[in-house]
């Protein structure tokens, strides 16, 4: 059975840090894209970033420079460092592995942030 379990969610003042982890189970974890997305109350889900099997990454404008995403394959464990927080960046954060060559897609449940003084 796959399973996507996010951690790190919280509450933390603005230009505070956190780390969220998103350990994997029950799947070929190397092979898969990684991605993050966050979803504010009332908005579309948005992508935040994204790392490939090969390492490689990607973010959105309104995180480069403050977020980076990375990939720990030995532990079957992503994560995401967000570094210098805005209140625009609460939300429910929640990563997805996908792999286009085998066909699948898997979600976490979701962590909270929430970024307030």
């Known amino acids: 059975q796959v399973q996507l379990v996010e951690s790190g969610g919280g509450l933390v003042q603005p230009g505070g840090s956190l780390r969220l982890s998103c350990a994997a189970s029950?799947?070929?974890?190397?092979?898969?894209?990684m991605k993050w997305y966050r979803q504010a109350p009332g908005k579309q889900r948005e992508l935040v970033a994204a790392i490939t099997s090969g390492g490689s990454t990607n973010y959105a404008d309104s995180v480069k420079g403050r977020f980076t995403i990375s990939r720990d394959n030995t532990k079957n464990t992503g994560y995401l460092q967000m570094n210098s927080l805005k209140p625009e960046d609460t939300a429910v954060y929640y990563c997805?592995?996908?792999?286009?060559?085998?066909?699948?897609?898997?979600w976490g449940q979701g962590t909270q942030v929430t970024v307030s003084s």
């Open positions: 997805n592995d996908r792999s286009d060559y085998l066909g699948r897609e898997y």
């Open positions: 029950g799947m070929l974890f190397r092979v898969y894209t």
